[in-house]
Nanobody
Framework: QVQLVQTGGGMVQAGDSLRLNCTAS????????MGWFRQPPGKEREAVAA????????EYADSVKGRFTISRENRNNMMYLEMSLLKPEDTAIYYC?????????????????WGQGTQVTVSS
C-alpha cells in the first residue's frame, strides 16, 4: 500500500524558515520522481518543486526559487522541503506527491499519490 505521510509545517512569521518532511512507504522509493505542491486559500493547487528519482535534478516554481530547496534521501524513504525567507503569500496547505515517472515534473497530472497535506501559515 503506497503511503505518503507528512510532518512539519505550522505558523511562522515572515522571514522565518520551516521544513516539511514526507515519509514514503509501500514501494521502491528510488524508482519515482517526487514533488511538493500547495493550495493557497481560495486558489487552485500549484506546483512548488519537483525532484527526479535520484535527487540530482530539481525544478522550482518561479515564486520560490532561491528560497525553497527540495531534497530526498532514498535510503530513508524521505523527501524534504526546506523553506526560508517565508512570505505571507506562501501561506497554503502543502502536499507531497509521487509521480508516475523517473524524471522530475511540475505537472500535477503526472502525480498519482498524495500526502495528507500540512498547513503552513506565514504572518506578516
Amino acid at each position: 500500500q503506497v503511503q505518503l505521510v507528512q510532518t512539519g509545517g505550522g505558523m511562522v512569521q515572515a522571514g522565518d524558515s520551516l521544513r516539511l518532511n514526507c515519509t514514503a512507504s509501500g514501494w521502491s522509493f528510488d524508482s519515482w520522481a517526487m514533488g511538493w505542491f500547495r493550495q493557497p486559500p481560495g486558489k487552485e493547487r500549484e506546483a512548488v518543486a519537483a525532484i527526479n528519482w535520484n535527487g540530482r535534478v530539481t525544478e522550482y516554481a518561479d515564486s520560490v526559487k532561491g528560497r525553497f530547496t527540495i531534497s530526498r534521501e532514498n535510503r530513508n524513504n524521505m523527501m524534504y522541503l526546506e523553506m526560508s525567507l517565508l512570505k505571507p503569500e506562501d501561506t497554503a496547505i502543502y502536499y507531497c506527491a509521487r509521480a508516475a515517472r523517473l524524471d522530475e515534473t511540475m505537472d500535477p497530472g503526472a502525480y498519482g499519490y498524495w500526502g495528507q497535506g500540512t498547513q503552513v501559515t506565514v504572518s506578516s
